[in-house]
C-alpha cells in the first residue's frame, strides 16, 4: 500500500465516524465538479474542524475570504445560530452563482451573504460597514488566491476583535514555504503571512501540516489579542 493511498483510508475512516457527509454537502461537492469548478475545496474532516471551531468560539458571525463552490461555507454557517451571519467573498462570479445555488439548497441562504468580486475590493467596504454597526467578526477563514494572504490577514484583524481567530488554510505549499529562495507568488505570499502572524503584536498563533484526501497541506491558526 502506498503511503498516500494510507492517508486516504485513515481519512475515510475519520470522516465516516466523526464527519460524516449528508446529501447536501455531498450536492454541493457534485453541482461544482459539474460545473467545473476546480476541486480544491477542503475535506470533509477540514470543514468539520471549521464547524468546531466557530462553534467552540461562540461565534455568530464569520468572513471567509474565498468562496469557491459554498462547501466549507455550509460547514461555517451550520455552526451558527438562527441570528447568525456569515459574509463570504468569491473573485468568480461563476464560482459565486455555484455557491449561491449550494447555499440555498441547503437552507441557509438567510444567514449567508456572497458577495463578489477581487476581495481587496470587499474588504474596505466590510471596515465600514463594521465600523457603522460595531459587529466584528468572530471566525475569519481565508482560502483565496495565496499570494495576497499577508493582505488578507491584516484586514481580518480590521475585522475582528480580541479573541477571535484567523485561520489561513493551504499553507504548506507542498513543503515550499520552507524554502526561501523559492520566488512563486504563493510561496512570498504564504511565507509573509506565517511571518507577520509570527511578528505581530496582536496575533499569536500556529501553523500544523496535515495529510489526507488533500495530500500533503496544512493551515495556519491565529487568536487575536487585545
Not at 475535506?43 to 475570504?65: D, F, M, N, P, W
Not at 466584528?136 to 480580541?162: C, G, M, Q
Not at 503584536?201 to 491558526?221: C, E, H, N, P, W
Request: hydrophobic share 45%.
Amino acid at each position: 500500500m502506498s503511503e498516500t493511498q494510507l492517508w486516504d483510508d485513515v481519512d475515510d475512516y475519520f470522516i465516516g465516524h466523526l464527519a460524516p457527509e449528508d446529501e447536501v454537502l455531498t450536492a454541493a461537492l457534485r453541482d461544482s465538479e459539474a460545473a467545473g469548478l476546480p476541486e480544491i475545496a477542503v475535506s470533509a474532516a477540514e470543514g468539520k474542524l471549521l464547524h468546531l471551531l466557530a462553534q467552540i468560539q461562540g461565534a455568530t458571525r464569520v468572513l471567509e475570504i474565498g468562496t469557491l463552490g459554498g462547501y466549507s461555507t455550509i460547514w461555517l454557517a451550520r455552526a451558527l445560530p438562527a441570528d447568525g451571519r456569515v459574509v463570504t467573498l468569491e473573485y468568480s462570479e461563476r464560482h459565486a452563482e455555484v455557491a449561491t445555488r449550494n447555499i440555498a439548497r441547503a437552507g441557509l441562504d438567510k444567514i449567508v451573504e456572497v458577495r463578489v468580486g477581487p476581495a481587496l475590493e470587499s474588504l474596505p467596504v466590510l471596515v465600514d460597514e463594521t465600523d457603522e454597526n460595531g459587529a466584528p467578526f468572530d471566525l475569519v477563514f481565508i482560502d483565496a488566491d495565496k499570494s495576497n494572504n499577508p493582505h488578507y490577514v491584516e484586514w481580518a484583524l480590521k475585522l475582528t476583535r480580541p479573541g477571535s481567530l484567523i485561520i489561513v488554510d493551504n499553507v504548506v505549499r507542498g513543503g515550499r514555504v520552507a524554502d526561501p529562495d523559492n520566488a512563486s507568488p504563493d510561496v512570498q505570499g504564504t511565507r509573509t503571512a506565517i511571518e507577520l502572524i509570527g511578528s505581530h503584536a496582536r496575533l499569536s498563533g500556529t501553523a500544523i501540516q496535515t495529510v489526507g484526501r488533500k495530500g500533503y497541506d496544512g493551515f495556519a491558526l491565529a487568536r487575536v489579542l487585545a
